[in-house]
């Protein structure tokens, strides 16, 4: 049985969490082994988010004193939240991809900027292109006026080759 100072050290410590975070993800991972979720562990530390099971007491306490009224209570299963420390997409696009491939784990609900947010609009959030990608289409879009202006200088300057190499035969 834990004693009271550890619970509140576990509420300290999903407090210190909540706070560090740039998403939740709260899902039901009921049914998945635990080999399992060791990948899932794995696959979330790589993308700078971390996997953590917690009671939904500890996690209302936490959530209350960050300031969002929530209670996990009404959430069915037992609880693994998904804490995204670097990017908003990642740890949504891999809770996806590890639902697609285990039928039981699901996406209940999720934070973002403080809000509470559906576990439908968690998977909108997953079908984003990630942050590498729309900075590639970000540097295409500023890059694509230069290199058309570079190639009508260097049309100009074909042209004047061939018009003074016509005149010189």
Not at 47 to 65: D, H, M, N, P, Y
């Amino acid at each position: 049985m834990l004693t009271k100072s550890k619970k509140q050290e576990i509420v300290k410590e999903l407090t210190d969490k909540f706070e560090k975070q740039k998403s939740v993800i709260f899902t039901d991972f009921r049914g998945i082994g635990v080999n399992k979720l060791m990948t899932l562990r794995r696959e979330m530390r790589k993308l700078g988010a971390e996997f953590k099971v917690a009671k939904k007491t500890f996690l209302r306490i936490a959530l209350k004193s960050i300031g969002v009224e929530y209670d996990p209570k009404e959430l069915e299963g037992e609880i693994g939240v998904i804490f995204g420390y670097e990017d908003q997409v990642g740890p949504a696009k891999a809770a996806a991809k590890f639902g697609k491939e285990n039928e039981t784990f699901k996406v209940l609900k999720g934070l973002l900027d403080g809000k509470l947010i559906e576990g439908k609009e968690v998977l909108a959030l997953a079908k984003l292109p990630s942050r590498e990608q729309l900075l590639g289409k970000l540097v295409w879009v500023l890059n694509s006026p230069i290199q058309g202006f570079y190639n009508v200088l260097q049309g100009n300057l074909r042209n004047l080759v061939v018009v003074l190499s016509k005149i010189k035969k």
